[in-house]
């Protein structure tokens, strides 16, 4: 079996390992005839994609900096960042075969028996957040001194913001895409006509206390998807350099082996393949790992250059709150 591991110690660039690493699985699946590893290499196909031929970047950043620029008008006092990534190499090769052990666990679980090749594939084109953009926002203390009434005052203004952009990016070419989620609550800040399109991790967190407002667009003009996380600065810390990345990591490893137990090894082919490929990636020491561009001193002292572990940065913007006055209710 091929894994993105047997490519990582050579010294080459994060392009090269994709094609290589594409073409070898593609070439294998070809061989045993294996669509689930065919869909895999179309998916790292996509990556390259955006890495060869991604002029496109370009204007999509400035259309997206449009938003920006309206931000800090009817803004002034927030301080904001927006931030755009392309998904990192092992993020997305870590993502690709979670789907496929999720898809495989929940399908048993449901029906007593493993879904055919076919079924593990058509399930296979939820990929739309390689490319995604995140806003951060801040109230700063010398606008509003009380922490509580901070944090309220900055929900109501990233909900605020979360009304508007749909309706903004739509006049730049993007196309909001229904979420099909819905938050089990009645609460409701978003907007009746901006709800569907949302995902509201705020007002329901996840299990490992992640909070964000996902929403997913169609740029029209590039032709491709893309994912707009909206965050508190608190949300943004919990979740960068907080419990939820730590206990998120602690609670997939626990949830693998507990699947593991339920699905053993030989039953499912796809299954089996996918766990191995994921565990090889959770178990791997980025500092042995020789890539053009990274360097790592361990797994908690990082360089990544070339978007091989944390992804590549394509939209760095900060506003900074601009008037030392406080509030106006």
């Known amino acids: 079996m091929i894994t993105l591991n047997d490519y990582l110690y050579d010294g080459n660039t994060v392009l090269k390992i994709l094609i290589q690493y594409a073409s070898d699985l593609k070439a294998e699946a070809l061989r045993s005839h294996n669509t689930i590893d065919l869909a895999h290499s179309n998916f790292l196909m996509q990556i390259i994609e955006l890495l060869e031929h991604n002029d496109f970047l370009s204007s999509q950043s400035q259309r997206i900096k449009g938003y920006y620029l309206y ?69 700063p203390l010398c606008h509003v001194s009380d922490k509580e009434r901070a944090e309220a005052e ?22 909001p895409e229904m979420s099909g989620y819905t938050d089990g609550t009645d609460i409701y800040d978003l907007s009746e006509n901006v709800r569907p399109y949302y995902r509201d991790y705020i007002r329901q967190p996840r299990v490992s206390g992640y909070q964000s407002l996902h929403i997913t667009f169609y740029d029209n003009l590039a032709r491709c998807y893309t994912e707009v996380q ?21 609670k997939r490893q626990e949830e693998s082996r507990s ?62 709150s601009r008037f030392q006055n406080d509030l106006i209710d």
């Open 71 to 139: 931000m800090t008008k009817k803004y002034p006092f927030l301080a904001f960042t927006f931030k755009g990534r392309i998904k990192s190499l092992i993020r997305a090769e870590e993502k690709f075969n979670g789907y496929i052990l999720e898809f495989i666990y929940n399908y048993y679980k449901e029906k007593g028996r493993y879904p055919s090749e076919s079924e593990i594939k058509n399930n296979l084109n939820c990929f739309r957040d390689l490319i995604a953009y995140r806003i951060v926002i801040s109230l």
């Open 154 to 175: 900055e929900l109501k203004y990233l909900y605020d913001i979360a009304n508007t952009l749909p309706g903004f990016l739509e006049e730049h070419g993007f196309t």
């Open 230 to 250: 909206l965050r508190t600065k608190t949300m943004d810390d919990f979740a960068e350099i907080g419990e939820a990345d730590h206990s998120g990591y602690e």
């Open 259 to 320: 699947r593991r137990d339920i699905i053993p090894a030989g039953e499912c082919k796809a299954y089996d393949e996918a766990y191995e490929r994921l565990k090889k990636l959770q178990e791997l020491d980025l500092s042995a790992v020789k890539v053009n561009m990274f360097k790592a001193l361990n797994n908690q002292l990082i360089n990544d250059g070339c978007g091989l572990f944390r992804g590549r940065q394509i939209l760095p913007y900060e506003h900074l």
